[in-house]
C-alpha cells in the first residue's frame, strides 16, 4: 500500500466523485510493462499519442513544401501513460489516486496534487474531461482509433505501437 497519508481527505477534494475520461483521440501502447496494477483495461505499458497538426493555410503549403510531419506524437512517461490508461471514463478522480499511490507509492507523493495537475495539463490540451457521471459507452476511448473529424496516415513502417483493445477495456 502507498502514502494513505496522501489520500486523506481526498472525498472532500473538489475532484472526488468526477470520473477523468479521454477524449477521442489515437492512442496507443508500446514497450514493456513497466508497472502493472493488475486493474481492468490497464496495462503498465507506456502510451503515446497521435494528434493532426492543425496548419493554416500559408502554413500547409511550406509544409507540404519542407514535407514537414503531419502529425505530432506525444509520448507519455510511466506515470501519465498510467494516469492516461485509468481515465476511460469508468472511474472517479478518488478510485485513480487510489491506484495510481499503490503503484507508485514515494515516487508519486502527494498524489491528490499531482494527479490534479496531470489532469488538468490533459484538460489544457483538450486530451481529456471530467465527466459527472460514467461514460458508459458515449463514444470510444479506446486505443488505435482516429477520431471522425480528424485524419492520420497510417503507422510508418517499424514503429511498434499496440493498437490492440485489452481484455475488458472501454471500447
Given at each position: 500500500m502507498g502514502c494513505m497519508g496522501d489520500l486523506a481527505?481526498?472525498?472532500?477534494?473538489?475532484?472526488?466523485?468526477?470520473?477523468p475520461c479521454r477524449l477521442p483521440v489515437w492512442w496507443g501502447r508500446h514497450g514493456e510493462v513497466?508497472?502493472?496494477?493488475?486493474?481492468?483495461?490497464?496495462?503498465?505499458?507506456?502510451?503515446?499519442?497521435?494528434?493532426?497538426?492543425?496548419?493554416?493555410?500559408?502554413?500547409?503549403v511550406l509544409a507540404r513544401l519542407l514535407k514537414a510531419p503531419k502529425e505530432i506524437r506525444r509520448p507519455l512517461d510511466r506515470m501519465n501513460s498510467m494516469l492516461w490508461e485509468l481515465c476511460d471514463g469508468s472511474r472517479t478522480f478518488v478510485e485513480i489516486c487510489s491506484v495510481l499511490d499503490e503503484v507508485f507509492k514515494e515516487e508519486i507523493a502527494p498524489v491528490l496534487h499531482r494527479t490534479t495537475a496531470a489532469i488538468h495539463l490533459l484538460q489544457q490540451n483538450n486530451l481529456l474531461l471530467m465527466l459527472e457521471e460514467p461514460l458508459n459507452n458515449r463514444?470510444?476511448?479506446?486505443?488505435?482509433?482516429?477520431?471522425?473529424?480528424?485524419?492520420?496516415?497510417?503507422?510508418?513502417?517499424?514503429?511498434?505501437?499496440?493498437?490492440?483493445?485489452?481484455?475488458?477495456?472501454?471500447?
Open positions: 481527505g481526498a472525498e472532500n477534494h473538489p475532484l472526488a466523485q468526477q470520473y513497466e508497472k502493472d496494477p493488475m486493474k481492468s483495461g490497464v496495462s503498465g505499458r507506456l502510451v503515446v499519442l497521435r494528434i493532426p497538426k492543425q496548419f493554416r493555410r500559408f502554413e500547409g463514444w470510444l476511448v479506446g486505443p488505435g482509433i482516429t477520431p471522425g473529424h480528424q485524419t492520420l496516415d497510417n503507422l510508418p513502417e517499424g514503429l511498434e505501437i499496440d493498437t490492440r483493445s485489452l481484455e475488458n477495456e472501454c471500447p
